[in-house]
């Protein structure tokens, strides 16, 4: 695969590069379609390019535009071609592309490195590989090549996947509503009605929970992957709890968007894994889960203590902790024992309403 | 660190932060914001990455502590403790108010 005319991001040992990209950014001219449209070309679309983008939607993998382009235009003729739906945030206008990426991923709350951008022209390449080294590169002639790069390979497909890009137009028009919102921010979170789900993992939880290891990086406490079987194996036993969380509002569902993995002792609960998706930090959410399991160890007689790793990317999860009234009690390097301050008081999210279900044995 | 801003600017510009974080309240600088209501985690790292820039300093992990950030006083006093490369002071005190 180290052909010269293909083109990559940074090398990124193997075991990283596996399902790494979750949007794929998308050039329009002699890209997407067959000529310049400002030009005057048809611009007929390249089927086996619109087979690629169908493809790894449906595998869950995102798609956006940074085209250097007349916006009206080119969305006109996507509009003709169909393709509107496929494509969240797209970027059409003058500015350099490495700048319509960043706008692209923060749109979508994911990092530079979880994206690929597909141009033919070697400048834009070239501009974007200099300003967000990141960026997984692709000369749209080794697009068939490309796809069976591991970045382009979920480790595995759910049906929160298959619906990813759905749940992510929903986003966008959460967004909008936000952005017309008149009140405070608390006004607009109360006026969407949301809904926190906690629940005991059951098996059809699991391959989710495992995505959500793998694809959560920001709001994750130790960055550790767990597999399938080892999570059922975990949700069955007496001595550790597996929580789920999922969330709806007004405008839909979020999907199952948290995790808890924690292992329970007499006099203090050791919660091995906190973690929530990207989709939901901005719902001010981050802390719903884990005051619940502080109040469940509560109940139960035990404080509550956290592993948490220093990932480099999860300074935010490390600021949750802080800020929920956590303190370090244990170090070793990076890795961190956190106990909470039983005397703190344990306020509740006014705007979120909490189900949970019964404290009880899963089954198995 | 920046050495460019005056404790007084930095008072200044914490505690317009706050008062745009809380545009129906009066707060005293010595008033537990906290007290005031649920914390969520996106104010949590809004207000660390706020001060991190007002600061030009990255806050170490051993002061990110809640009681560091509980009023302007307190987030004063950690800039100042940063400045100085000194060790965790004791607290200014907070004002529990309704």
């Not at chain 1, 924690?262 to 906190?274: A, C, I, M």
């Not at chain 2, 317009?16 to 809380?22: P, S, T, V």
Request: aromatic content about 8%.
């Amino acid at each position: 695969m180290t052909t010269d005319s293909a083109v990559r991001g940074p090398e990124v040992p193997d075991a990283h590069r596996r399902g790494r990209v979750k949007c794929v950014v998308w050039d329009l001219d002699n890209t997407l379609w067959n000529g310049v449209l400002l030009e005057g070309d048809a611009c007929d679309v390249r089927p086996e390019v619109v087979e690629v983008i169908r493809h790894l939607d449906s595998v869950g993998i995102l798609h956006s535009i940074a085209s250097k382009n007349d916006r009206a235009a080119a969305w006109q003729r996507l509009t003709e071609l169909g393709l509107t739906d496929l494509f969240l945030h797209p970027e059409i206008g003058w500015q350099p592309k490495s700048e319509s990426i960043q706008r692209i991923a923060a749109s979508l709350n994911i990092g530079l490195d979880a994206i690929a951008f597909v141009d033919d022209q070697p400048f834009e390449l070239a501009e974007v590989a200099y300003a967000v080294p990141e960026v997984l590169r692709v000369d749209v002639v080794d697009l068939a090549d490309a796809i069976r790069w591991p970045e382009f390979e979920p480790r595995f497909v759910t049906e929160e996947s298959r619906n990813r890009r759905e749940m992510y137009r929903t986003q966008s028009v959460r967004a909008e509503a936000e952005r017309e919102f008149a009140g405070t921010n608390e006004d607009f979170l109360r006026s969407l009605d949301m809904v926190f789900t906690i629940v005991h993992a059951e098996r059809e939880h699991l391959q989710r929970a495992e995505e959500l290891t793998l694809r959560t990086n920001q709001l994750n406490s130790t960055g550790r992957t767990y597999s399938y079987d080892e999570l059922d194996a975990i949700r069955v036993r007496d001595d550790h709890l597996l929580l789920v969380a999922s969330l709806t509002d007004t405008f839909g569902s979020y999907g199952t968007i948290g995790l808890a993995l924690v292992e329970k002792g007499d006099l203090h609960w050791d919660l091995r894994l906190l973690l929530m998706s990207c989709r939901v930090v901005s719902r001010g959410v981050g802390m719903v889960l884990l005051n619940h399991v502080t109040r469940l160890a509560r109940d139960d007689g035990a404080t509550l203590r956290a592993d948490f790793v220093e990932t480099g990317r999860n300074r935010m999860m490390q600021v949750t902790y802080a800020f929920a009234g956590f303190r370090e009690i244990a170090r070793d390097g990076d890795r961190v024992v956190l106990e909470r301050d039983a005397d703190l008081e344990l306020p509740e999210a006014s705007y979120v309403r909490l189900v949970t279900d019964p404290i009880r044995t899963a089954t198995p | 660190m920046s050495s460019e801003l005056t404790l007084t600017e930095i008072r200044t510009q914490v505690r317009e932060f706050i008062a745009g974080r809380y545009p129906q309240q009066e707060i005293a600088d010595h008033d537990d914001i906290f007290a005031l209501g649920y914390v969520n985690s996106l104010f949590a790292m809004e207000l660390v990455v706020f001060l991190e820039k007002v600061f030009g300093a990255t806050i170490p992990n051993q002061e990110l502590q809640i009681d560091n950030f509980r009023s302007v006083d307190r987030m004063v006093s950690l800039f100042e403790r940063m400045r100085s490369g000194g060790s965790p002071a004791e607290a200014a005190p907070v004002a529990v108010s309704g």
